[in-house]
């Protein structure tokens, strides 16, 4: 009886033989499931031995049970494992499938940017903001009234050809200047109250032919602070200041000057922060740059907007923006900020707040 | 002005380097932008004395011997038609530097041996305009005077080793518009009193001031005087003479202009040299022009006079133009043998007038319109009629002829030293102030705090207590200024409501991809009425630079157009701009001006991608965007209606209103615009303008929180067969008429007039959102809300319900 032991016993080895290869073999999980249903299905083959199990003595019937058992465990191990390999394979192979080149580029949406004018007037408008001016707009349609006459400029002041006016009719004009501004705002003031502190940014006017250089049109900013006691020394540290926050420099010069609207007037200028004032083309080889005209309000300018000069004065500056952001930003060429090449337009991006 | 520092030495004590005066004089008084040194990079150049000069047969060159100080003469071989045998010339020496850092070398020309080179004087430097008119073509010959000696250095003769301060003069500054001035005010910064010299002129010739009938308005010409002059002999001027006049910025002409140009430049007092042949008839006038007179002037040019200018005539015709040009017939020529000399004030207004009108400015009109110093007016004609005796062979005659002679007093300025200090910031002392004053000459007087200031004349720039708070601040000096903040009570700064909600608008814009632009106000009259709905008058400037920026724009989209066309020639054609800035109109007799929004698109919604996922930009795209800017202001509820505006596709544009109110136009550019400008071809440009008058005072201010709704709502499609007539809007007002209270939405989910489709209809999809905010929604309730808007459509706009 123990032959018959002895066959069924190889016959499980072949049966182990050929299961391992079949699964080792297997490319699915399909090809899996049907080597689990050849062998250990109901109709597997591992169930044919377990049915020959009543040929063999009943002594060894414990022994091929257990044999079988054990094929079987080994079978599902087996079975267990390719099935999670295969998985692996197949999660691999999709990710693989999946795999951008990461090096072409993204889809980048259209940028806006400001424009370089706006930045250095926002700018300049915080930082006077931040020492408690008011920010203020008047018209660019002025009057002679405004523009001139309350400015300390009469009809026919020779000083009136320091500025090549557009003249729309006997009275109205684009307006040559923002100080027009300071004469709307000083006579709604009421200087009880407390002090007048404003800036006045806008677009100007002047006739000129435009080439690298002039502009027939380009923006200001102006200045005003007028109380009780407001001194020149004042307005010497308000222009340190200025020079200092917009171009870094700390080396100035104040230099006479001449304004119908300010007496004393001065202008102020910057070491050249491109030579050091060695001297090169930006300076003029002068050393000095000139970035803006200022001086304390005439008595004139007060007394018409109904202030007595006696009792009240101060300062006025006025800065240009196109000449700031020129010298700022190195631009060789006035027209650049009104031609809007979107190349010119879109560099300056990164100076916005 | 041009400021010699040589002359300067005439009266002061100048120790100080150049450069150093320079810069202080800009920080003290005037700015010297620049100091020319005109010997600066020229070498090796001296006076030579031509020996011997033979022309080289066939060429136009001369050989010359010209002694140079050395042991033996050297040859040179010189092209310039004026060369001649002793003559002195300027010499250009072997390894000479000459204008333009060329170097001279000795050599050949034509096979002779050539050691130099004489040189004219644009070969050492000299603008062409300040040179004599003799040397313009040829070699500069000294005159027989100069005392030079061959052999020395050529610059001290010529002036070339002077310092030239280029004073950049303010208007209210024109007393440093002579050496004179120039000499007090740097006298008052470096702290010396300047040696001004009076002067005592002989009178050798017959007393003359009853020969000449002479009429004067003395509202034309508070002063007029005249001196005669006669048996003048024109030559050239003494060397001294004309370097002085050319380190001015003066050409040297003969010794009779010369004389008056120097007198003006020592004195400032311009003067005028007739020929007395022009007064033959016994009188002179100085009055306003007559209707219909004319005069030719110096320069040939030919005026048709206005009753406000101001002339001198004779007794039959004006001969010239008061205080800017002398006229043609009445010149100094190298015949003329009596000088009839002028010296004036005239009406600084009426000169300034005259010389615009005609377009005319010269040197003296310039003066005479920013003032003079009234009590140097004899002294002027005196130094001029001394020169001519002394260098013209001319016999002064007797008399000054004073036809008007109006006096000036010195002005008084009564200050306190404390109000200085008050407006200067400084603590100076009442010593200290006068101190100042006393440098500039000026008269003073101090009892306590009270100071009583008497300028002289020659400062007519000075009339209140600001000026002379402007003389103490710039002479104690700018740089000792302390530098302080004001201490004044806390403000409150910012921008008003209104510019911040413009702000606020150009972050939303900047946010949605859009470039910033800044274009002019000023275009041609046909464009600046484009892109407006209504029609308004334009505004034009009366004297434009040209007819392409003569009016005021009406609309932003005309620059981002100029600005599109520009950047197309350019190359660029992805473009999303916009501007926020004014636009103007005259409105029954008032200016107007008013805030604007525009944005112009061109390109594609994206930048330029490899996935092809970069649309064209079309009229959705640009009324979504508009829409969302809106909305994020507050503004949801708006209307779009078709509307045809100058420069916009007739079919493609709509009118933007939120209630009644017309805010702008959104649509695409007229095709038509790329005919008359060929840039445009081939670009689609889309775009939008607000009127933000309109806008502004539409936008939320205040947001009050409203809670997220907590019950689910129910969405619902539809779609209808209807006229293809018929608006999105139609339907939309339809269905929200009728979707009852519950409808939060309609949303269009698909618009559909294909192939599949019945001639003249269309299909239209919409997704309709319901919601309570209080409680579920039960299906019946949207059911019936359905039915309504079924019923309702299919009886106001025919729509088959599919
Ligand atoms: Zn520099």
Known sequence: ?353 | MLISYNWLQDFLKLDIEPAVLAEKITRTGVEIPTTDHPMDGLKKLVVGHVLTCEKVEGTHLHKCQVEVGEDEPIQIVCGAPNVASSQDVIVALHGARIAGNEKIKRGKIRGIESNGMICGLQEIGFPDKLVPAKYLHGIFVFPADSEVEPGQDVYHALGMDDYIFDFDITPNRADTLSMEGAAYEVGAIIDQKPKIEQIVLKEDGPAWTDSLKVEVDPKLAPKYYLRKLTGVKITESPLWLQTRLWNAGIRPVNNVVDATNYAMLLTGQPLHAYDAKTFADGKLAVRKAQAGEKLELLNEKELDLDAQDIVIANGKQAVGLAGVMGGLHSEVTDETTDVLLEAAVFDPALVRKTALRHANRTDASARFEKGLNWDNVQKGIDIAAMLMRNHAQATVDEGLLKASDEQRQPVVVKTTVSHINHVLGTKLSGEAVVNIFDRLGFGHELADDDLTITVPNRRWDIEIPADLIEEVGRLYGYDNLESTQPLLPETHGGYSERETKIRRLRKLVEGQGLNETINYTLTAPKAAKLFTKSDHRLVKVSWPMNSGRSALRQSLMIGLLEAVSYNFTHQQDQLTMFEQGRVYNLDNGKYNELEHLAAIYTGTAANHNWQKQDQPIDFYWVKGQLTALLAAVGLTDLTFKAAVIPGMHPTRTAAVYAGERYLGFVGMLAPILAVKNKNLQGHDMYGYELNLEALLPLMTTGVKNEPAPKYPGMERDISLLIDKGITNAQVVDCIKENGGKYLQDVQVMDVYDGMQIEHGKKSLSYRLLFLNKEATLTEDVVNKAIAKIDTALFDQLEAKIR
Not at chain 1, 169 to 197: F, I, M, N, W, Y
Not at chain 1, 230 to 255: N, P, Q, Y
């Open chain 1, 1 to 353: 009886m123990s032959d018959e032991l002895d066959k069924l016993l190889a016959r499980l080895k072949e049966i182990q033989a050929e299961g391992s290869q079949e699964i080792n073999q297997a490319v699915n999980k399909e090809k899996l499931n049907d080597i689990r249903v050849k062998f250990m299905g109901r109709k597997g083959k591992l169930t044919e031995i377990l049915h020959s199990m009543k040929d063999v003595a009943p002594e060894n019937r414990r022994t091929l049970g257990q044999q079988v058992n054990s094929l079987r465990d080994k079978f599902q191990a087996s079975l267990d494992q390719a099935n999670q390999d295969l998985t692996h394979k197949l999660i691999e192979q999709r990710l693989e499938e999946e795999k951008l080149d990461v090096t072409l580029p993204g889809r980048e949406p259209l940028m806006g940017s400001k424009h370089v004018l706006r930045i250095m007037e926002d700018d300049l408008e915080k930082f006077f903001i931040g020492m408690g001016y008011q920010v203020v707009q008047g018209p660019e349609i002025e009057t002679d009234h405004y523009c001139f006459e309350m400015m300390n400029l009469p009809k026919d002041h020779p000083a009136r050809d320091m500025q090549a006016t557009f003249w729309i009719d006997d009275e109205h004009l684009l307006r040559t200047q923002t100080s027009g501004d300071q004469a709307r705002v000083l006579e709604k003031h009421d200087c009880s109250q407390g002090p007048l502190k404003m800036v006045g940014p806008g677009k100007v006017y002047r006739r000129d032919d435009d080439d690298a250089t002039h502009s027939h049109q380009f923006m200001q900013m102006e200045g005003l602070v007028v109380d009780k006691h407001v001194t020149m020394g004042d307005l010497k540290g308000t222009l340190e200041m200025i020079a200092k926050h917009v171009f870094g420099s700390t080396e100035t010069r104040l230099r006479p000057s001449y304004f119908p609207f300010t007496e004393p007037s001065v202008e102020m200028d910057v070491r050249c922060f491109n030579c050091g004032g060695k001297g090169c083309p930006i300076c003029k080889y002068e050393g000095w740059i000139e970035v803006l005209g200022a001086g304390m309000v005439h008595p004139n300018v007060l007394e018409n907007a109904g202030i007595d000069s006696n009792v009240y004065g101060g300062f006025a500056f006025g800065v240009g923006l196109d000449r700031f952001a020129i010298l700022k930003y190195s631009i060789d060429d006035i027209r650049d900020f009104y031609t809007n090449d979107i190349r010119f337009l879109t560099q300056f991006r990164q100076e916005e707040d």
